[in-house]
């Protein structure tokens, strides 16, 4: 059997190249394993062969994302690889970004991908749910156990074998829950598992509950008459005629709507696209759900400074955490941007 | 400004006003059109005033 | 209270025309037995049949799996309040037919479910598929009611235990262990300096085949109360559950419950283990809310340090499992939780219905929507007439050559919440 | 009416229980959790669990809940929890392409009856 053909990624660095002072540099390709491809050429034995070595910047990668991911995409097609690898980047943060990218759009392509980084990498809450990810030490020093995880489950995807569980192939969880048999039985562990609680030791929830973020309250409004305050609402207020096609539950976008010279929304102008509570109120007047009415009226009266040019609104129902998370950074990127100071959320 | 309070205290809201209902929550159509907007105005200057107060954790503006 | 459980290995079980025991073979006298099991006019029939681990059989529908246990001495009987007198068990000696386990089977409603195969990679998913099983196969009297006939199955089964754990009446056991439980002054003076856990164990409670019995009442008129683990061991609580084949507790999980078993190993070395805390989980949300409140109150009261707390089918326990952690958890006293998910065939659905951060610490016993393939069985016990019926399942699971295609809840005992597995999930 | 039992099984409209409004509508499962939340949007209280029984949502067609027979006026944040939750366990399970006989499909109504009674009959 012919060796699996295998293509690395890593950055200048770990090229041997040089350290920040050259972070600029383009992709550039070479034949065979460099640096960590040589941990890799030993822990891959016969199985497969690191065919070529990408090297580029981080700084580069990082700047130029959407030609840079482009350019590389066809070095590695070149190869016709049957497995791409990238880093592992363990606590780099730059370097964990462009190695969860490209593995993305390599692995989009149709060329199994594996990463590894630290946890706490920022690549890693980006992209663990989109490749697989192995759970690196936060330095260097932990290359030869990196590899240890990376080569196997980089065989595997490239064989399409089977993958176990994250606990058992050492990839950051990606929220898909695996089966896979423990070495003790359930009530063992559980045992186990209180005797650490009860001794304020470390222990690890096999099931960890969902969780929401919390941020800091931000200050206070210090002259609300001077604000310029916008309206974000889960509540499903469209245009009537829901230009954007919003989905009525599991929104897989929000829209950004132009209410300049609106006094009033009204049942001819505007509805609900919301399908998780009953619409004909909404639908009557959408002013029950956002009020432009009252602060346009508190605008002319000058209580406020002004009522911002566009709402913004998506379906609060069923929609997935990660996708109003995503909603929520961007429409806050837009909110800055035309320097909003406060934001009215309504939902249903 | 939310219906059940509770919910936005768990996804981490830090200025919560409650509101009227799920499908209304700045409206009531029991009410006339005046009366409504009233209420929705009492309710918008609640929002207002949340936003012009200090808090230092997940705050309900009764 | 203390108790001995005498362990009596079995290697085999035959059928003959007189009752005994011998190096380690159980012979049933299957005339006798059919006899003391037909006395009840709800049943028109019943076939016996054993099973072997490593045979090519499958057993389906499954009702519930019992291990022959029998009172050799101290009060009371095997199954107080249903088949035995009403009397507090839980002291003195038991034996234990190791091994084996009777297995009631037959269709109770059109969707019964379980499924427990003796090889092949489904009998990786059954505990069940490791014991000697005689399987008890009923058929109705013509217009019994759904109820009467589950009731008389129920019987069949925990009658047919008791019978075979009589055979072996003068057998001397090969091992004996002993559990002993104090009362809780006593206990706490025993081991002043270790941490003290009770165990909270919830029982499915909600009608026609979702039934619990404990000492023979029906587990959802009782409010939670305290038991001497010993007194499980004894069958102080019998399944009437039939649904959910992969998470409902069995007879036989209830007399092994593996949270006693694994707290008991640790009595007197790590923590003190003060006793089972029982509670139910209803359909109305008031007695959830009353039974969560007294199960905390409870705990309190016996001012534990930590507890873990089973739970017992899908769907609204998850609700029952986070009010009782939370409300614990609220005390102060740290909680374990032991649960299974139904996180989708691919893995990517909240796998509770309910959820809360201070459950944080939590013990899985695996997805129970990963489907598998359970290849044909030279020999099928029961019918497979009911398999596409079943949850798990859909039409067209059942191939022709007796392949079935379904998702492993179909499977009995699969993803058990009391931890009697090492099946579990990331 | 002290209490709504909206219900899809019409096995129920034989029963007369006291104090209880029954709500039938020949419809499906996920409907039966939709009314209710209506109903709950407008005020009134969830008294049963709507995933009462292990049965799986995508397994039984019947489903009875019952809830308080008015409106408290403010949303209830329990009820509106339990119900999303409902909704969204219903929504991971594949719909079924099971046909059901006649034999099984009073099965399932009998079970939906007892399970639904054991709330009733002990508490109301």
């Known amino acids: 059997m012919s060796k699996l053909r295998v293509v690395h990624y890593i950055n200048q660095f770990f090229a041997q190249i040089g350290g920040e002072e050259m972070a600029h540099i383009p992709p550039e390709k070479r034949d065979g394993p460099i640096g960590p491809g040589l941990a890799f050429k030993a822990q891959f034995g016969d199985e497969a062969e690191i065919v070529a070595t990408i090297i580029c910047g981080d700084s580069y990668f990082n700047e130029n994302l959407d030609t840079v991911t482009k350019t590389i995409l066809e070095m590695v097609k070149e190869e016709q690889p049957d497995l791409f690898i990238a880093g592992p980047a363990f606590n780099a943060g730059r370097y964990g970004v462009a190695c969860g990218s490209i593995a993305k759009v390599v692995q989009k392509s149709g060329i199994p991908s594996i990463t590894g980084m630290y946890i706490e990498n920022p690549g890693a809450d980006m992209f663990k749910q989109d490749i697989y990810i192995i759970s690196t030490k936060n330095n260097a020093a932990g290359m030869r156990s990196a590899v240890k995880d990376m080569a196997p489950l980089g065989l595997k995807l490239a064989r399409n074998e089977k993958i176990g569980a994250s606990i058992e192939e050492g990839y950051i969880p990606n929220g898909v829950r695996v089966n896979f048999f423990e070495k003790e039985r359930g009530s063992q562990r559980a045992v186990k598992m209180l005797l650490q609680k009860l001794a304020g030791k470390e222990f690890v929830t096999e099931y960890p509950m969902p969780t929401f973020d919390r941020v800091e309250p931000q200050a206070p409004v210090e002259d609300i008459t001077k604000a310029k305050i916008a309206i974000v609402t889960s509540g499903g207020i469209v245009p009537k005629g829901n230009p954007d096609r919003i989905e009525s539950s599991s929104a897989s976008k929000f829209g950004k709507y132009d209410i300049d010279g609106v006094n009033d929304l009204t049942a001819e102008t505007y509805e609900t696209a919301h399908g998780g509570y009953d ?70 | 400004m939310c219906t059940v309070t509770p919910i936005s205290l768990t996804v981490g809201a830090n200025r919560i006003v409650p509101t009227v209902a799920i499908p209304h929550p700045l409206g009531n159509p029991a009410y006339t059109m005046d009366e409504e907007l009233e209420l929705r105005k009492e309710l918008v200057d609640k929002a207002l005033k949340a936003l012009q107060t200090e808090v230092y954790k997940q705050t309900i503006f009764e | 209270m203390k108790l001995e459980l005498g362990y009596i290995n079995v290697k085999g079980v035959k059928f003959a025309t007189e009752n005994k025991f011998e190096n380690g073979i159980v012979y049933v006298d299957e005339l006798a037995l059919k006899e003391l099991l037909l006395k009840d006019s709800s049943l028109e029939d019943c076939n016996f049949d054993v099973a072997y681990p490593g045979e090519s059989v499958r057993i389906t529908p499954v009702k519930d799996v019992i291990e022959p246990r029998l009172k050799v001495e101290g009060p009371g009987g095997i199954f107080p309040g249903v088949i035995s007198k009403l009397e507090t068990v839980g002291s003195g000696k038991t034996h234990v037919l190791r091994g084996m386990a009777i297995v009631t089977a037959g269709k109770i409603v059109g969707f019964q479910e379980g499924i427990i195969d003796m090889s092949g990679p489904g009998a990786d998913y059954t505990p069940f598929s490791q014991l000697i099983n005689l399987v008890v196969v009923c058929k109705p009297a013509p217009m019994v009611e759904a109820h009467d006939y589950e009731e008389a199955v129920r019987l069949a089964g925990l009658k047919a235990a008791n019978f ?58 009782i409010v939670p109360t305290i038991l001497y683990p010993t007194e499980i061991f004894d069958g102080a609580i019998i399944s009437g559950n039939c649904v959910s084949a992969c998470d409902k507790n069995t007879t036989y999980h209830h007399q092994n419950n593996p949270v006693v078993t694994d707290l008991y190993a640790q009595h007197g070395k790590t923590i003190n283990f003060v006793g089972v805390i029982i509670t139910n989980e209803n359909v109305y949300l008031a007695d959830k809310v009353r039974s969560s409140d007294w199960t905390a109150k409870l705990a309190e009261f016996l001012q534990v340090d930590g507890v873990i707390i089973s739970q017992e089918g899908f769907g609204n326990p998850d609700t029952d499992l986070i009010l009782n952690c939370k409300k614990i958890e609220q005390k102060g006293i740290k909680t374990v939780i032991i649960t299974d998910e139904y996180a989708g065939q691919d893995g990517k659905s909240q796998s509770l219905a309910d959820a809360d951060v201070l459950a944080n ?31 798990g399942s859909h039409a067209g699971s059942l191939a022709d050559d007796g392949t079935i295609i379904a998702e492993i809840q179909v499977i009995t005992g699969a993803t058990n919440e009391l931890g009697f597995n090492k099946l579990s999930a990331r | 009416m002290k209490y709504i039992l909206i219900t899809n099984n019409d096995s129920l409209l034989n029963s007369s229980y006291k104090n209880i409004n029954v709500v039938y509508k020949n419809c499906s499962y996920i409907e039966v959790l939709l009314r209710v939340r209506a109903y709950i949007h407008k005020g009134h209280t969830i008294l049963t669990h709507p995933l009462s029984s292990s049965l799986k949502p995508n397994e039984t067609p019947f489903k009875s809940i019952l809830i308080s027979g008015s409106s408290k006026g403010a949303t209830d944040a329990f009820s509106v929890d339990i119900i999303e939750q409902a909704i969204e366990a219903y929504k991971k399970f594949p719909q079924s392409n099971k046909s059901l006989n006649q034999k099984i499909i009073d099965d399932f109504k009998l079970v939906d009856k007892t399970v639904i009674e054991s709330a009733i009959l002990n508490n109301l």
Do not use: C, W
Request: charged letters at 20%; hydrophobic letters at 40%; glycine letters at 6%.
């Open chain 3, 361 to 391: 610490a939590v013990v899985t016993g695996g997805n129970a929507n990963q489907v598998i393939t359970l290849p044909s069985m030279d020999k099928v016990i029961g019918t497979l007439k009911y398999v596409d019926k079943i949850a």
């Open chain 3, 164 to 221: 075979v754990a009589e055979i072996a009446k003068d057998a001397v056991p090969d091992e004996v262990m002993a559990y002993e439980t104090k009362g809780l002054i006593d206990s706490i003076n025993e081991y002043p300096n270790l941490p003290r856990v009770a165990y909270v164990q919830m029982l499915q409670s909600q009608g026609l085949l979702h039934d619990t019995y404990v000492y023979g009442v029906d587990a959802k008129k």
């Open chain 1, 279 to 348: 619409p004909t109120y909404a639908n009557k007047d959408a002013d029950r759900v956002i009020p432009v009415d009252v602060l346009r009226q508190y605008e002319k009266e000058g209580r406020i400074g002004q009522l911002n040019r566009y709402f913004y609104s998506t379906v609060g129902n069923g929609t997935a955490v990660a996708s109003a998370k995503k909603f929520g950074a961007e429409i806050a990127k837009d909110l800055i941007s035309q320097n909003v100071s406060a934001v009215i959320l309504t939902s249903t």
